[in-house]
């Protein structure tokens, strides 16, 4: 199967928990606030609308270039990760860092097919940059829509770089590290 789903139900609930993490930098989209004692449901939607297809897509691509590698691929919201978003998000931090999923593997594979696992995500995020990238330089964006793929472009930019610095558990040390092993 490609999908379950419990991938399906976890990539929901990363959606719906990012939205919620990121809702007050998102409000202003909101021609008016949806609020039921406090909470913005429409400031989580619209936080959601921004931030979690670069999110889930470059979850869902490590997933499928693994699967079309011979390999198994689980998608699973990291409810830690997750947990860890929120309460930065309550403690009012200015920067908020928190690994809200990933991918398992099973199998055996080459370096080369773990390097190439390991880029396709980032290079999902720069395909979601460039796209609105573009799209923002013809000019034919209305103002109501500029912001959102204004924001939507750099939250993807953000995701490619960061993920890309060869930090040891991120997508750029994965790809580096079975890149050199690869070719040395």
Excluded: C
Aim: avoid cysteine.
């Amino acid at each position: 199967m490609l999908i379950t789903i419990m991938e399906i139900f976890d990539m929901l609930v990363m959606a719906l928990a990012i939205g919620f993490i990121f809702s007050d930098y998102f409000g202003r989209f909101a021609k008016r606030r949806a609020n039921l004692r406090g909470f913005d449901w429409r400031g989580t939607v619209i936080a959601a609308l921004i931030t979690s297809p670069g999110i889930v897509l470059h979850e869902a691509m490590h997933k499928f270039v693994a699967i079309s590698q011979g390999l198994q691929a689980t998608f699973h919201a990291s409810y830690f990760g997750l947990m860890i978003g929120i309460i930065l998000k309550f403690a009012n931090f200015g920067f908020i860092f928190f690994i809200p999923g990933y991918v398992a593997t099973s199998g055996t594979g080459t370096n080369l097919q773990y390097a190439i696992i390991a880029i396709a995500g980032p290079l999902t995020n720069f395909a979601l940059w460039l796209m609105p990238h573009l799209y923002l330089k013809l000019g034919k964006v209305s103002r109501r829509w500029y912001g959102f793929w204004y924001v939507f472009k750099q939250i993807n930019l953000l995701l490619f770089v960061f993920n890309m610095l060869p930090i040891p558990g991120f997508d750029g040390f994965n790809f580096y590290y079975n890149m050199y092993k690869f070719l040395f």
